[in-house]
């Protein structure tokens, strides 16, 4: 069979991203879409999730649900029934794939920790937790309102009510150390963990950090030598406890790597649901992308006035969905099918751009694969600048 345009997504499946909006407080260094409110008609939210998963899959009908995703915000402050909602709402579309991966956000506190059976129970099968730091004096740099006790404690709740569970700690934080690093992360391998998402700390306009940055706060940050060497260091101490990067910030054992995390890598199909959502569709008249708006309000009003939660649509050529799958695949351990990106763009990978990125250690060719190396991905924008035609 000839793979169409409209047909590549196949080679990586289709999931679903739920944003939830909601948190308890604004962390000062977070420019995720995520919002304080005082109280959430989460009967509203369901019904509203509800409908547009109806009218996605009048889309994109006949298709299998590889993963789930519910992302935020803090997706722990969402009532274990609006979850269950949601995810009857998908099975009724979209019949679930045999190993299905049902992935729910949470914040380590002992408030969420109470509610991780009743997300067992609505089907969530895989737990992300942002725990951020082991470390109190970190935690309230952050601006966190747990603790690294409370953190450990929900963790240990987590690992005993799911099969799967990750962590995401930030690292390259103020005044942070190469050794004191060394040893948190050593700590945090230590608590029979089999994923970890690893973010060195970025400092984002429009956030609270970016202000106090760029008047001259928020001092004690790493310069690029020691980003550098916390990076590397990274990578080996979590290939030597068997959970080698995967992906440029993702680390995981060979069967514990997010399922839904690589359909994007992989450049699959996913719709995105709920305020700022992203997705990419395919169908019969090619792929397209969407996006949503990103105020809750708005966002809820358009899907109780008009049925259609989108901002926008836009068709995507086929020449920009070899870009996306350049973009994308490069951030993977495995890198990206040369053949796959020249059925899309109509001709080959440049071969005179990649011979010097091989010189210089930066990507290499291996099994028919193109990849990245460990030093690419600390470049890649640079990387994939250079390869891109134009
Ligand atoms: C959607 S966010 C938050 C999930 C959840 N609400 C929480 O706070 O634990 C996903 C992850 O992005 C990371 N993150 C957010 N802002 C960041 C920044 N400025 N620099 C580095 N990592 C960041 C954090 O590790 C966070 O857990
Ligand atoms: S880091 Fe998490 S809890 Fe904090 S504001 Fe961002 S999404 Fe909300």
Redesign the pocket.
């Known amino acids: 069979m000839t793979v169409t345009a409209s047909e590549d997504w196949r080679n990586a499946g289709f999931g679903l991203y739920v944003h939830w909006p909601f948190?308890q407080a604004k962390?000062p260094?977070?420019?995720?879409n995520?919002h304080v409110a005082r109280e959430v008609d989460q009967t509203r939210w369901l019904a509203a999730y509800e409908s547009e998963i109806r009218r996605l899959s009048e889309d994109i009908p006949g298709r299998v649900l590889n993963t789930v995703f519910f992302?935020?915000?803090?997706p722990s402050l969402m009532a274990p029934e609006t979850v269950a909602g949601v995810l009857e709402a998908a099975r009724r579309v979209w019949p679930f794939a045999n190993d299905i991966e049902i992935t729910l956000?949470?914040?380590?506190t002992s408030v969420e920790a109470d509610r991780f059976r009743g997300y067992r129970d609505a089907g969530v099968n895989r737990l992300?937790?942002?725990?951020?730091s082991l470390n109190d004096d970190h935690l309230r740099r952050l601006g966190r309102l747990h603790s690294a006790g409370e953190a450990r404690r929900a963790f240990t709740i987590a690992r005993e009510t799911f099969d799967k569970v990750s962590f995401?700690?930030?690292y390259a934080r103020q005044d942070q150390t190469l050794s004191e690093w060394q040893a948190e992360l050593g700590e945090a391998l230590s608590m029979a963990i089999d994923h970890l998402?690893l973010?060195?700390?970025?400092?984002?306009d429009g956030?609270a950090?970016g202000a106090r940055h760029a008047a001259g706060g928020l001092r004690g940050l790493p310069d690029d030598d020691l980003s550098a060497d916390l990076y590397a260091a990274t990578q080996d101490i979590c290939a030597s406890a068997g959970l080698p990067g995967y992906e440029i910030s993702n680390h995981a054992a060979e069967d514990a790597q997010s399922q839904h995390n690589l359909i994007y890598w992989r450049y699959g199909d996913y719709a995105g649901i709920g305020p700022g959502a992203h997705g990419r569709l395919s169908n019969a008249a090619g792929r397209f992308a969407t996006d949503t708006p990103l105020q809750p309000g708005a966002w809820l009003e358009k899907v109780e006035r008009h049925g259609n939660g989108e901002a926008s649509r836009t068709p995507l050529p086929t020449e920009e969905q070899a870009a996306e799958y350049l973009m994308m695949s490069l951030r993977l351990a495995e890198g990206m099918d040369p053949l796959r990106y020249e059925k899309l763009l109509g001709q080959p990978l440049d071969e005179a751009a990649i011979l010097p990125l091989e010189e210089l250690g930066l990507l290499e060719r291996r099994d028919g694969r193109l990849r990245a190396t460990v030093q690419g991905r600390m470049v890649l924008n640079g990387v994939i600048r250079d390869l891109l035609p134009g």
């Open positions: 948190c962390c260094y977070c420019d995720f995520s992302g935020g915000g803090t956000e949470a914040n380590p992300s937790m942002g725990i951020q995401d700690l930030i998402s973010y060195q700390l970025t400092i984002e956030t950090f």
